[in-house]
Structure formats: C-alpha cells, structure tokens
C-alpha cells in the first residue's frame, strides 16, 4: 500500500468489510477521524487505515467504544501486551476449535459406523469448552493478576485432568456453589466449622488448576470474588451474598 495513497469511505468499507455506517459511527465517536477533501468527501490514509485495523481488534477483544480512546492512547508496550493477550486467546480458540471439529467427527463415526470412542475423547471437548469459558469470562482479570505464565498454565493443567479428576473438579464446583446458597440462607458463620468445610473443598478445587498453593495467594484469589463484578455475578447467581461468604470463610481458614 502506498505512504501517498488515499481511499474513499466506499474504498475503506470494501477493504475492511464494515459498514459505510460502522465508518460513519467511529468518526462521531472521534475513534478516526479522516481527513476531507475540498468538495467534503473524506480521505483514508494508510495511517488511518492501521488505526481502523487496531480499533477493530480491540473490538473483537470485546472492549467497548467507550474504552478505546485510552487503549489507543495507552504506550506502546502496553499496546503491545494487550494485543499479544489476544493473539493468545485467538491461538487457544483455534486449537478448542479444532479439537471440538475433532471430537464431532469422531462421534459421528461412532454413531454412524460403530467406531469406538475412547473416554479421553469424549471429555476433550468438554475441558476445552470449559477452559475457554473462562479465558472469555475472567481471563483478563486473571492474567493481570497473576500473569499469562501462570494462567497458560493452570488451563494446561485443566486440559490435562483425567475422566475421573474431571469429573471430581465438576462434583466439588457444584458441591461448593450448593454449600455457599444453603449456608447464606440459613445465615451460617463463615468463620465455623461449615465455613472451613466450604473453605477446604475450594483449596481441593484449586488444586486440579493450581501449580502452587498458598494461603495468601488463596486469600488473593477470594478478594478478586468480591471485588470483581463477573466474579461476584458467578456466586451471587441464585443466592445473592455468596461471593462475599466465601471470601469471609477463605479469609478466616486459610491459615
């Protein structure tokens, strides 16, 4: 493309494949803001178009227009961060989805021709749906936190849990959300013994993620429950104060 060169809104909607109207709505957001000619037609430059590529990236990455004047404006190595996140997460969905095309194929075999499917098989899928949902969910929370290192990690741990471990990690989440909605209905002490119940069967759930463990590590984690809305809407579903009980009883226990 040359430095010299200029496109219409058509010739930019056609390039990219947005809207004229998605071209329109980002300049009265002043996101881009192309220059005009004399007769008033508006002039994208190739500098306006690595803008457009940057803000529509950001927009895949699930940022809102409100936010993205201060990401754009953000320096370079944090641009560069915040981008190698999602050229992570895009890797990490390719291989969940070519795993689950995997996975479907098999079983269509297996309904249609009688191939066996063995059980690692079966619960591929489900592991990498569920590593997936919480890359969507709490991954930038997390990643942030405690780095992409550890995050990377623990979701290789995850995809690396057996029929029966997964299994477990499922039982001890509902175990755990159950115990949480009974114990703030009856009004429990997190600090009693019911909260130390509560509290060990978190510890053995992270244990199938963890790497590590420490008790102010664990602490950490139940502060992020409460001072993370998506965290808080997770436990709060049904029974509204879990997030909060949990964190309470963690505190208290993990000693």
Same mark, same amino acid.
């Given at each position: 493309?040359?430095?010299n060169k200029a496109y ?5 909607s ?7 109207r998605?071209?329109?709505?980002y300049?009265e957001a002043?996101l881009l803001?192309p ?9 994208y ?5 690595d803008?457009?590529q940057?803000i529509?990236l950001? =927009? &895949?990455? %699930?940022?809102?227009? #409100? /936010?993205?004047?201060?990401?754009l ?5 944090e641009? $560069?961060?915040?981008l190698a =996140? &999602?050229? %992570?997460?895009?890797? #990490? /969905? ?11 194929? $098999?079983?269509i075999?297996?309904i249609?021709k %009688?191939?066996p499917m ?7 899928g489900?592991?990498?749906?569920l ?12 990643r942030e936190?405690w780095?992409?290192?550890a995050?990377d990690e623990?979701?290789r741990?995850m995809?690396?849990l057996?029929?029966?471990e997964?299994?477990r ?6 175990a ?9 209905s009856a ?13 060990r069967l978190?510890?053995?759930?992270l244990?199938?993620t963890?790497?590590f463990?420490?008790p102010e590590?664990?602490?950490?984690l ?11 809407a997770?436990?709060?579903?049904n ?5 909060a009980w949990?964190r309470d009883?963690?505190a208290?226990h993990?000693?």
């Amino acid at each position: 493309m040359s430095a010299n060169k200029a496109y219409g809104i058509g010739e930019v909607s056609d390039i990219v494949g947005i809207s004229t109207r998605t071209l329109r709505y980002y300049e009265e957001a002043r996101l881009l803001v192309p220059a005009r000619k004399a007769n008033g037609y508006r002039r994208y430059t190739p500098a306006d178009l690595d803008r457009l590529q940057e803000i529509l990236l950001l =927009r &895949h990455m %699930g940022m809102s227009v #409100a /936010e993205i004047p201060s990401a754009l404006s953000a320096t370079e190595e944090e641009r $560069r961060r915040t981008l190698a =996140r &999602h050229l %992570g997460t895009l890797r #990490a /969905e390719r291989e969940r989805l070519d795993i689950l095309i995997r996975t479907v194929e $098999r079983t269509i075999e297996h309904i249609e021709k %009688g191939v066996p499917m063995d059980d690692k098989a079966k619960f591929e899928g489900m592991k990498r749906d569920l590593v997936e949902q919480n890359e969507r969910k709490h991954g930038a929370e997390v990643r942030e936190r405690w780095g992409d290192t550890a995050a990377d990690e623990a979701n290789r741990k995850m995809l690396n849990l057996s029929e029966s471990e997964f299994e477990r990690f499922q039982e001890l989440g509902r175990a755990i959300n159950e115990s949480l909605e009974a114990a703030v209905s009856a009004n429990a002490d997190p600090t009693g013994d019911e909260g130390e119940r509560i509290y060990r069967l978190h510890r053995e759930w992270l244990g199938f993620t963890w790497n590590f463990y420490t008790p102010e590590a664990h602490r950490g984690l139940a502060e992020m429950y409460v001072a993370d809305e998506r965290f808080t809407a997770y436990y709060d579903g049904n029974v509204a104060g879990c997030a909060a009980w949990l964190r309470d009883a963690i505190a208290a226990h993990a000693r």
